[in-house]
């Protein structure tokens, strides 16, 4: 298993061990990294990085996923993957659209709803997930989408 390391910027611990990278595009690459051997881009416009895999979620800044299924097929991809691979997610600033992918994921490791946004605000950023209609996503998202 390739997993981050400790004192890898971004890191998050989800309640059933795993780990992955949440990072804002804006502020570049962090220095000294492992880079990721997946990484899942919320964007307005479609982004890739080279040198690893990498997955395009159309997801405008301040807004929901323009398809809140596909969004959510891909944040169960990457919790099955952050069990053995190196995944970062990604935004433009790294807070309201990677803060509310990280919530969501901390709700498929285990966090109940009502709590997932107080939990990713305690383990990941002070400000994930921005807006009011990201915190409702957050609680109320059928994740059993397939």
Known sequence: MESWSEGTRGLVVLPDGRRLRGRGLRHGWPDGSERPQLGVYLTAKPHREDG???????????????????????LRRVHDQTATRRVELACGGGIGRTGTAVAILAR???????????????????????????RRFVARVDLDVS
């Open 108 to 134: 498929l490791s285990g966090v109940p709803a009502a709590e997932a946004v107080a939990w990713t605000r305690r383990h990941y950023h002070p400000r994930a997930v921005e807006t009011p209609w990201q």
């Open 52 to 74: 690893w895999e990498s997955i395009w979620v159309r997801w405008p800044d301040f807004r929901l996923p323009h398809s809140r299924s596909e969004a959510v097929r891909v």
